[in-house]
């Protein structure tokens, strides 16, 4: 998401948190990076980090949780590994609640991270947030096209014609301007765009998330999916999170045999396989 002059930047703030750790960061919407410039840093982070503060983690039954545990044992190892690895650009995290297991995780709020860092144009499926501090509004525009967006990004701007600007130069199958990621309506001036693929372009957005997270995919396995989700963005929604959790750690290339294991679809009766038989 890009954050430049908001009306109300604490409500920016509120939505970015909320779009970031909700469901602890597992959704296949959820926001990963924030692109700020720098006479903005501090006034997005001091807003962030005061939402930190009162952020829980806990048992989901609990009036006070704001979200839950992560996935799975797998999950929360990698999510260990790349805060130890990144703890000195760690500027915020949620407390966490005593006596739960280690499936609940602290979300955390980096900053500062080079451009070599996976973070910095990745989403990792977990519970961190990364701010880039960038020097203009062009700038702004020119890292989250150089960034794997998946499935959406959004938007925080009182402007029209900068909001105008990045419904035309972000391209994305979901838009939200002024607004959490997983608001499903239009309220206070929020907006939530969702623009449905056509036919001949749903295989490169299928790419390009799972790039975003950091995998390759086989060609068959990729045509087993086309043929499969169509051009519903709930359902890839759906299907992909389910794939994607599912995976076992380590893995790089998503195969035939993960789609037939994971979604269900059969690796002997798909279009690919007709196309073979002709």
């Known amino acids: ?12 703030a509120r939505s970015i948190v909320d779009s970031a750790f909700a469901y602890s960061g597992q959704r296949l919407y959820s926001c990963s990076k924030v692109i700020v410039t720098m006479d903005e840093q501090k006034r ?8 930190m503060k009162d952020l829980r983690v806990g048992d989901p039954v609990d009036d006070v949780t704001f979200t839950g545990p992560i996935i799975s044992k797998d999950a929360a190892k990698r999510f260990v590994s790349l805060y130890q690895e990144n703890l000195p650009f760690v500027i915020s995290k949620a407390p966490v609640a005593m006596g739960v297991s280690d499936l ?5 709020v980096v900053s500062g991270l080079d451009d070599e860092n996976d973070l910095s144009y990745m989403d990792s499926g977990l519970p961190i947030l990364n701010i880039k501090v960038v020097d203009s509004l062009d700038a702004a525009f020119e890292e989250i096209q150089n960034t794997e967006c998946g499935l959406s990004a959004g938007m925080f701007a009182k402007d029209p014609k900068i909001i105008a600007r990045f419904k035309e130069e972000v391209d994305v199958p979901l838009r939200y301007v002024n607004c959490s990621s997983r608001t499903l309506g239009a309220a206070n001036g929020a907006v939530l765009e969702s623009v449905r693929p056509r036919d001949y372009e749903i295989a490169s957005w299928l790419q390009r998330f799972i790039a975003g997270k950091g ?5 068959k396995a990729l045509s087993m999916l086309t043929d499969h989700l169509g051009t519903d ?9 389910k794939l994607v959790v599912s995976l076992p750690e380590g893995t790089k290339r998503i195969t035939d045999a993960d789609i037939e294991a ?14 073979k038989a002709v």
């Open 1 to 12: 998401a890009i954050v430049y002059r908001p009306a109300d930047m604490k409500a920016a």
């Open 233 to 241: 963005i709930s359902k890839i929604s759906n299907e992909l999170g």
């Open 262 to 275: 994971n979604i269900g679809i059969s690796k002997d009766f798909n279009n690919f396989e007709l196309c």
């Open 215 to 219: 995998l390759a995919i086989d060609t």
């Open 44 to 51: 997005l982070v001091e807003a962030v980090s005061e939402i």
């Open 104 to 108: 609940y995780v602290s979300p955390i």
